[in-house]
């Protein structure tokens, strides 16, 4: 797949760390929070992805039979529509 890495340093409400894996699309974010001025200039860690032994259908069109293994903090099965 495609990896494409953006760092970058806000203002924000949101301090969680994210990951949603579509089987065919990862989305994954690595967040740090502070609180006191400028101090988001620390280095941050790469997104873990590493499998965790989870695993989760996935779908591509109407075909759902596919089978993602989950990496890092990715803890659950999700359904969208």
Do not use: W
Request: proline share 2%; with cysteine; aromatic share 6%.
């Amino acid at each position: 797949g495609v990896l494409m890495k953006y760092s970058g340093r806000e203002c924000s409400t949101a301090c969680t760390s994210i990951s949603l894996n579509a089987g065919v699309v990862k989305i994954a974010s690595n967040r740090k929070c502070c609180d006191s001025d400028l101090c988001n200039n620390e280095p941050i860690s790469d997104v873990d992805v590493r499998p965790n032994g989870k695993q989760c259908h996935f779908c591509v069109g109407e075909n759902c039979l596919g089978i993602v293994y989950c990496e890092g903090i990715e803890d659950r099965c999700f359904t969208y529509i």
